[in-house]
């Protein structure tokens, strides 16, 4: 595995990928890889020839007041891992290399970018998040890029703008991966002391308690949401949001006939965590 900074060295590898025929695989991330990570490195490497992973903690898309200086990084274990699942480029670029002097350009998703995270955390989230995805695109020119369910919004974002900027990349999305006791994982639960650990499980919880109820035949949204938000105040938890959205247009969903996604977030100690199920049309 080659530990690449910059753009043009990138280029060069894929460059030569490129013409030999061979399919060019990106999994983008921002370090401190957990199983989830790991999960979608193996999609890649089961259907790539190349396979890139991009390693930046994005500025752009953290808020003034979030966890931006102290989000985990740890490039030398992060490489380890990629290595051991035989990533053949861990792109690790510096923020100058990604946002050089004079870097003036937004990409702004509207319609699907406005609810949940995008509320939560405020609109430059999103925009940070599609402009160093479309740079990541702009530099890996992937033929297909791998993206985790656990950021269910963030998929939706990425879909419209590849459908929308007519983006030659094909999205693929892959199921959360979760701790024994269903906690989603997530570089950002290292922020989780014992005590707040043992209760973050009520994210996962609250969740499937609403699903149950949804695969006994319950339609009525507002039904399935206080299924789960009893499950939460039962553990003195106020969501920041707990809401039912059409899965792909994230539109409000009052009564559950399609396939819809039921989206959590809450602080959980000093962890800001979210989390999502995905109630199936046929259920
Ligand atoms: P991050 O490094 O947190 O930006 O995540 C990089 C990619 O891994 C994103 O596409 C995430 O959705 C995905 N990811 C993060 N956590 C999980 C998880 N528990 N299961 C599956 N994918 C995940």
Do not use: C, W
């Not at 490129?18 to 089961?46: C, I, N, Q, W, Y």
């Not at 480029?89 to 050089?100: G, K, Q």
């Not at 339609?219 to 553990?235: H, Q, T």
Request: charged share 25%; glycine share 6%; net charge negative.
């Amino acid at each position: 595995m080659r530990i690449l900074r910059t753009i043009a060295e990138v280029r060069a590898v894929v460059e030569n990928t490129r013409h030999a025929g061979h399919r060019v695989g990106l999994v983008p991330t921002m370090g401190a890889f957990h199983d989830g990570h790991v999960s979608l490195m193996r999609e890649a490497r089961k259907n790539n020839d190349l396979v890139v992973v991009s390693l930046f903690v994005n500025p752009t898309q953290f808020g003034a007041n979030e966890d931006l200086s102290s989000y985990p990084r740890d490039e030398h274990a992060d490489a380890a891992r990629a290595e051991q699942e035989g990533v053949d480029i861990l792109f690790a670029p510096d923020a100058a290399e990604i946002y050089p002097d004079g870097f003036a350009t937004s990409i702004h998703v509207s319609g699907v970018t406005e609810m949940l995270d995008g509320a939560s955390r405020g609109p430059h989230h999103f925009d940070g998040v599609a402009t160093v995805v479309t740079k990541l695109f702009g530099i890996v020119r992937p033929d297909v890029a791998y993206f985790g369910q656990k950021d269910a919004q963030q998929i939706a974002v990425i879909r419209r703008l590849v459908r929308d900027l007519d983006l030659d990349v094909r999205i693929e999305a892959s199921p959360i991966v979760r701790e024994a006791d269903g906690l989603a994982m997530s570089s950002r639960n290292v922020y989780l002391d014992p005590a707040a650990r043992a209760q973050a499980t009520v994210l996962n919880r609250a969740l499937d308690a609403a699903a149950a109820l949804h695969e006994s035949g319950e339609r009525d949204g507002d039904s399935i949401l206080k299924a789960a938000g009893r499950v939460l105040a039962d553990e003195g938890i106020t969501p920041e949001y707990l809401e039912l959205r059409d899965a792909l247009t994230l539109q409000t969903v009052t009564r559950v006939e399609d396939d819809a996604l039921l989206a959590v977030a809450a602080r959980v100690g000093a962890a800001r965590l979210i989390d999502n199920h995905i109630l199936k049309r046929s259920a």
